[in-house]
């Protein structure tokens, strides 16, 4: 953990978006069921939501369940979907308390009816808090993403196809591309989480799995985050 002199407040990444791996082998690393690191994992998101917030990180995106999860057993499905749907509104007094805004990204119509209606509740009755936007991926696939945002691109006369205009259909065009992506659980791959937003983005992998997870972890991945030179394909001048 770096020293507390030695962090930036100053210059912290504007939007963190994290791929939250590792509750399923947290469990079974202490002959749990899987549901029971999903908990974990649940009550983990809750505490790095309020060291962002603490921090003054403006957006955290966190990697809930993908387009692909849906291929995991009806019982583990059923679980998360379960907890999503409790913690939503169950929630707000937290969000309330932390003015903290939450925003969907992914695909609303592949949720269960009742989810996808608790999700436009608590972004309705967030949508004024001016403190972290925590960004929920559900039901969210990077090319998902791009799909449907071409479809409602073209839906429009025919719109002119180029990334500007793409970008204006995404989920949410108003949020800027992440600057620092950690992906929890020592995977070096994307699974294809912000696809097209995440092109310039830093990557940390920690080995460590989500559940174990601290604000120290939290810390020393944007401290690490901040030694590093960003040249967007460009040569430093």
């Not at 960004?135 to 409602?152: F, H, K, P, Q, S």
């Not at 600057?179 to 830093?202: C, H, K, Q």
């Not at 989500?210 to 394909?233: C, H, M, N, V």
Request: net charge negative; aromatic share 10%.
């Amino acid at each position: 953990m770096p020293h507390e002199a030695d962090y930036d407040n100053l210059h912290l990444p504007s939007h963190i978006g994290i791929i939250m791996d590792g509750n399923g082998r947290w469990a079974r690393q202490r002959n749990m069921i899987r549901t029971q690191g999903h908990l974990e994992g649940l009550k983990t998101a809750k505490k790095m939501v309020k060291a962002a917030s603490d921090m003054g990180i403006s957006y955290l995106s966190l990697y809930v369940f993908s387009t692909e999860n849906w291929k995991r057993t009806a019982d583990e499905v059923g679980f998360i979907m379960g907890l999503v749907k409790t913690h939503l509104r169950g929630e707000f007094d937290f969000y309330r308390e932390n003015h903290i805004r939450i925003r969907h990204t992914g695909d609303p119509a592949g949720l269960p009816a009742e989810i996808a209606g608790e999700l436009i509740k608590v972004c309705e009755d967030t949508r004024n808090f001016q403190g972290l936007t925590v960004v929920l991926a559900l039901n969210y696939g990077g090319r998902d993403e791009i799909v449907r945002a071409v479809r409602r691109l073209t839906a429009k006369d025919g719109g002119e196809i180029t990334e500007e205009t793409i970008r204006r259909h995404l989920d949410n065009p108003d949020i800027p591309d992440p600057d620092l992506i950690i992906r929890t659980g020592g995977e070096f791959r994307t699974s294809n989480f912000l696809l097209w937003e995440s092109a310039y983005a830093e990557y940390i992998i920690s080995p460590k799995l989500w559940p174990d997870w601290t604000e120290d972890d939290l810390k020393s991945a944007i401290y690490e985050y901040q030694g590093r030179e960003r040249k967007f394909g460009g040569i430093p001048v």
